[in-house]
């Protein structure tokens, strides 16, 4: 059963670079790792996917190690607008179940002036 | 090119009743996933529906049921309401199902959720 940890909350500031870091000891051979914000009363939103190395699109970077036993997001110079709840979502292949599909608590980032 | 709709967007029941909730996919999109999110949690997967079969289940009971349409769209029914089933109700859409959903190596596309208050 692939679980995710990471922080409960971080704080920034404008223009800064922030990496979040998710844990994920159990990550099976076949799973990917995708990285969803949440602002309040909508849906997450889909940011960035990986299966190893590094991956970049137009806001986010993602680094997953050799071992893939965790990942980092990268957000480039955030702004007030990035302050949302972060998760870090790892398959459950060949789990067994589907509880592997839950989203942990996430990370609350907040950016502040 | 719409994304995935959910109605309604609020939703107030008393304990005891039954419930129905809708979701529209995104376009191109064939699987719908329902996932429960109370508050200041994270979400957590209820079942997802593929070519009108419930294909995955997460640890929810019986009362919680679904059903998928020949269009894709996909209906959600809670029975015998508990104060507990009070959340936000998110449907996702992908084009993925079976190992490769549980891989996640699609990435899913949420609707803003249905809230649900039992009184």
């Known amino acids: 059963l692939a679980k995710t940890t990471q922080p409960i909350s971080m704080d920034s500031y404008e223009g800064q670079e922030v990496n979040i870091t998710c844990s994920h000891n159990n990550i099976a051979t076949n799973d990917y790792i995708t990285w969803y914000q949440q602002f309040p009363s909508q849906g997450p939103r889909f940011i960035i996917q990986?299966?190893?190395t590094k991956v970049t699109n137009e806001v986010a970077s993602l680094f997953i190690p050799a071992d893939r036993k965790s990942s980092t997001l990268s957000l480039p110079r955030v702004s007030l607008s990035d302050t949302a709840v972060y998760y870090c979502?790892?398959?459950?292949?060949?789990?067994?179940?589907?509880?592997?599909?839950?989203f942990g608590k996430g990370t609350h980032l907040i950016i502040q002036p | 090119d719409a994304g995935v709709t959910q109605s309604p967007t609020h939703l107030i029941k008393t304990r005891g009743q039954q419930v129905t909730l809708r979701c529209s996919p995104k376009?191109?999109?064939?699987?719908v996933s329902w996932y429960q999110q109370a508050l200041g949690q994270g979400p957590q997967f209820i079942f997802q529906?593929?070519?009108?079969?419930?294909?995955q289940r997460g640890n929810f009971p019986d009362r919680f049921s679904g059903h998928q349409f020949p269009n894709y769209s996909s209906e959600l029914n809670v029975n015998a309401l508990l104060l507990g089933d009070s959340a936000l109700y998110l449907c996702?859409?992908?084009?993925?199902?079976?190992?490769?959903?549980?891989?996640?190596?699609?990435?899913?596309?949420f609707g803003d959720g249905t809230r649900l208050s039992i009184l």
């Open positions: 529906y593929y070519e009108e079969e419930e294909r």
């Open positions: 996702a859409s992908s084009l993925a199902y079976g190992t490769d959903f549980l891989a996640g190596n699609q990435p899913q596309h």
């Open positions: 990986g299966y190893k």
């Open positions: 979502l790892v398959g459950d292949n060949p789990g067994g179940g589907a509880d592997g599909l839950t």
């Open positions: 376009s191109g999109h064939d699987t």
